[in-house]
């Protein structure tokens, strides 16, 4: 298991806190170590975000919207 300790310092003490790492983080962070220059790790970051937004339009895309819901006044009333 890996853990990653990390420092947290506060005026009255110190506290270490270990979480471990998910496999996503891990394989991530592995991943990352070989990004030696920085055009490297701004193409690992592109390739990331590209992802994910790939991720977050297949989830829009299976939610139900109907014309009510178009149409609907969202926002909270004042008082």
């Given at each position: 298991m890996y853990?990653?300790?990390?420092?947290?310092?506060?005026?009255?003490?110190?506290?270490?806190?270990?979480?471990?790492?998910?496999?996503?983080?891990?394989?991530?962070l592995k991943m990352l170590s070989f990004a030696k220059t920085e055009k490297t790790l701004q193409d690992l970051k592109k390739l990331l975000r590209d992802f994910y937004i790939q991720q977050v339009e297949k989830e829009v895309d299976t939610f139900p919207?109907?014309?009510e819901m178009l149409n609907e006044h969202l926002r909270t009333p004042y008082k």
């Open positions: 853990i990653c300790s990390v420092i947290l310092k506060t005026k009255a003490m110190s506290t270490t806190v270990q979480q471990p790492f998910n496999a996503t983080q891990l394989h991530l919207i109907n014309d």
